[in-house]
């Protein structure tokens, strides 16, 4: 079956700009988890979603960055007022569920996002 | 606090030989999971190994095993017959599933394992 998706692949933008990054996870997954991997951080938890629901928003950096989820699917993160330190691959994840241990996450291939 | 500690940035092996990667790890709770990652050059992140906390045996795949010492908080990645398409980033990363825990993964710093021919 198909893997979790992500679009775009790459994404270019100006400073101060907004983008959307996209999600699709594996079908009938109900978790899913936005991350980020930058040189500097690593690779950091931005938010989870348990069907539509953020319960965990603490990741986040700050308030320019939002992310909703649509119909329990697919995922939108936007970044509002794009910075340079926001140059950066996101990186989206999903589960069947989130309840377990053994509960795998499967990523996507990432947008690599750099703000010029 | 919930910390996964890679202590090796960079590590070589002979092609067909064995390595190990090492993780160690920290966490009061009492059920969590480990897991290991591979990060290709392409950028996608490709799913291992888990080894849960209260698993009895260490965890096999194919080539891949781990080596769950649970008192020393260490799960190390054993790649045995090393292929040239081994050579990646490798990640560990921990699972904490106590109540009202969201299941985000913690990760390591990586280790960059190239295999020489």
Not at chain 1, 45 to 54: C, D, E, K, P, R
Not at chain 1, 76 to 84: E, Y
Not at chain 2, 45 to 74: C, H, P, V, W
Request: proline share 4%; net charge neutral.
């Amino acid at each position: 079956g198909a893997g979790v998706s992500q679009s775009p692949s790459n994404k270019v933008t100006e400073k101060g700009k907004d983008v959307e990054l996209r999600c699709d996870p594996i079908s009938g997954h109900t978790a899913l988890y936005w991350y980020r991997q930058s040189l500097g951080q690593g690779l950091e938890f931005l938010i989870y979603f348990q069907g539509n629901s953020a319960p965990d928003k603490s990741g986040l950096p700050s308030d320019r960055f939002s992310a909703e989820r649509t119909g329990g699917s697919v995922s939108t993160l936007t970044i509002q007022r794009t910075q340079q330190e926001d140059s950066a691959v996101y990186l989206c994840a999903s589960s069947l569920t989130r309840g377990t241990a053994q509960e795998t996450q499967y990523f996507g291939p990432g947008t690599r996002l750099l703000v010029l | 606090a919930q910390k996964i500690t890679q202590t090796q940035p960079g590590m070589f092996v002979q092609e067909k030989e064995a390595v190990t990667l090492d993780c160690t790890y920290d966490t009061s709770d009492p059920s969590y999971g480990l897991f290991w990652y591979k990060q290709p050059s392409s950028g996608e992140m490709i799913f291992l190994i888990y080894q849960g906390s209260y698993d009895q045996q260490n965890a096999t795949e194919g080539r891949y095993s781990l080596n769950f010492q649970k008192a020393r908080k260490s799960a190390n990645l054993v790649i045995s017959a090393s292929q040239l398409g081994d050579s990646a980033m490798y990640f560990c990363a921990m699972r904490v599933t106590s109540s009202g825990n969201t299941g985000k993964l913690i990760f390591g710093q990586g280790t960059t394992l190239q295999v020489k021919p």
